[in-house]
């Protein structure tokens, strides 16, 4: 595939995971949050193992490769999707969408942390400028007692989404990424389907009432956003690099914010616009993007030379 066409690719995910965050903030509203998510990400899941079994890309995974993409479902299937599905239904659609742009930055915080990746000076500006921009949206009710918990609770779903990702990162040398993609999936719905029969006891019962077009809401959400999303991501990192892929993500936001206005009527105050800006330049310093994509310039510019 050409590169032009990924980045076309690239472009239709992210207009689709922009728009998942007002599609679950529907599902939330119609379902309980839990029970819910553990039948969308189940849906998902089997999606992706249909697209591999015809693939041939399934097999059996190692003892070492199932501890990681266990604990890697853990953080990036039960623990964001809990508390983004938990957070959507206190939060507006526009807030969510915004924090979860702090993605890449937070990524690239871990990786610090965790595989001592290089800290640069434009990188911790980033990261300053990304986490003040949170911080306008969060306390755009006035002070400390104007913090949403949902905000708080989205915040969490996308720290534990970053943590995940170095555990992927592991797991990923031997594993391919759409197939620990799949597995993940799988494990994670289960686990998140046990939390809800202990913390919705009428989860089930309540999801035979959904109509016909939250049920097309539904499996959008699992099949097109979380599913084919997912494994499109991940092949496209393999064929453009992490750096150029991510600078996509930051158009997530730009379109949770056009759904959230479009679909459900929400207003944008300057708070949130101001959060936007600052977000997006910060994970664009913060996650080392930009700066990967200058040397990587001037290194062709004088190869060229």
Request: overall charge positive.
């Amino acid at each position: 595939m050409k590169k032009y066409h990924m980045y076309v690719l690239l472009f239709c995910v992210m207009v689709a995971w922009g728009f998942n965050v007002i599609a679950t903030k529907l599902l939330v509203a119609a379902f309980l949050p839990v029970t819910m998510t553990a039948f969308r990400i189940f849906t998902a899941g089997c999606s992706v193992f249909i697209v591999l079994f015809l693939m041939k890309k399934v097999r059996r995974l190692t003892r070492r490769e199932f501890l990681y993409v266990a604990f890697g479902a853990l953080l990036n299937v039960v623990g964001h999707h809990y508390f983004l599905s938990v957070g959507l239904s206190k939060t507006t659609a526009s807030n969510g969408g915004l924090i979860l742009g702090l993605g890449p930055l937070l990524t690239s915080i871990m990786a610090v942390i965790f595989l001592g990746s290089a800290m640069s000076v434009l990188r911790v500006i980033g990261i300053v400028l990304g986490l003040s921009g949170v911080s306008f949206i969060v306390l755009e009710g006035g002070g400390i007692a104007g913090v949403s918990f949902g905000d708080v609770d989205v915040f969490l779903a996308i720290l534990l989404q970053a943590a995940s990702f170095i555990l992927i990162k592991k797991a990923s040398e031997t594993l391919d990424p759409r197939l620990m993609t799949g597995y993940m999936l799988l494990i994670g719905s289960g686990f998140l389907f046990v939390l809800g029969l202990w913390m919705e006891p009428d989860g089930l019962a309540q999801m035979k009432h959904g109509s016909p077009g939250i049920w097309a809401v539904f499996f959008a959400s699992a099949v097109l956003a979380t599913a084919f999303g997912h494994m499109s991501y991940n092949y496209a990192i393999q064929a453009v690099g992490a750096a150029e892929a991510s600078i996509f993500l930051n158009l997530t936001p730009f379109f949770s914010l056009l759904g959230a206005v479009v679909f459900l009527g929400e207003k944008l105050v300057f708070a949130q616009v101001a959060g936007f800006v600052m977000i997006l330049g910060g994970v664009l310093l913060g996650s080392g993007s930009a700066e990967e994509l200058y040397l990587n310039r001037k290194r062709k510019m004088r190869a060229a030379g």
